[in-house]
């Protein structure tokens, strides 16, 4: 059968404030300007996510999109949504787009159904600014 793509658009809103522990506050303004604010500031991300897997020739998809839509508002909506995003996870101390994306990844690639893999996560964060992450480095289930 055909491995064909499914792709979906969330939106979500959300504040953060850019602030690495490794730098000084000094360093900090320096690097992060206005996102810097220990206030924070928000934005409302687009998040775009493409899953792949064989086309279910009984089915007609390659998975039931209220599935997918399900598992994203609990995975990833429902931590996200008009939350204050700092120290996300252990591994992504600082709340910057790529950091944000690659906990994304995380928190959704194994949690699709037998035979679907996570291909791309893009976060667009504003409309001059985005990220996209296929997974090429991540411990978890990598897109192939």
């Not at 602030?19 to 900090?28: G, I, M």
């Not at 609990?74 to 931590?79: A, G, K, M, N, P």
């Amino acid at each position: 059968m055909a491995r064909v793509r499914l792709g979906r658009v969330y939106h979500f809103s959300a504040a953060h404030r850019l602030h690495s522990p490794h730098l000084s506050d000094a360093e900090n303004v320096a690097l992060y300007r206005d996102c810097n604010n220990p206030g924070g500031h928000g934005h409302n991300y687009i998040l775009e996510l493409l899953v792949k897997g064989e086309m279910d020739p009984a089915l007609g998809m390659v998975m039931d999109v209220g599935e997918l839509d399900r598992i994203v508002k609990e995975r990833v909506l429902d931590r996200l949504d008009h939350q204050f995003i700092a120290h996300l996870a252990p591994e992504a101390p600082i709340s910057t787009s790529e950091s944000v994306t690659y906990v994304i990844w995380s928190w959704l690639t194994d949690t699709l159904p037998a035979g679907v893999l996570l291909h791309r996560v893009h976060l667009e964060e504003t409309r001059s600014n985005f990220v996209d992450y296929h997974g090429e480095d991540h411990p978890g289930k990598a897109s192939a």
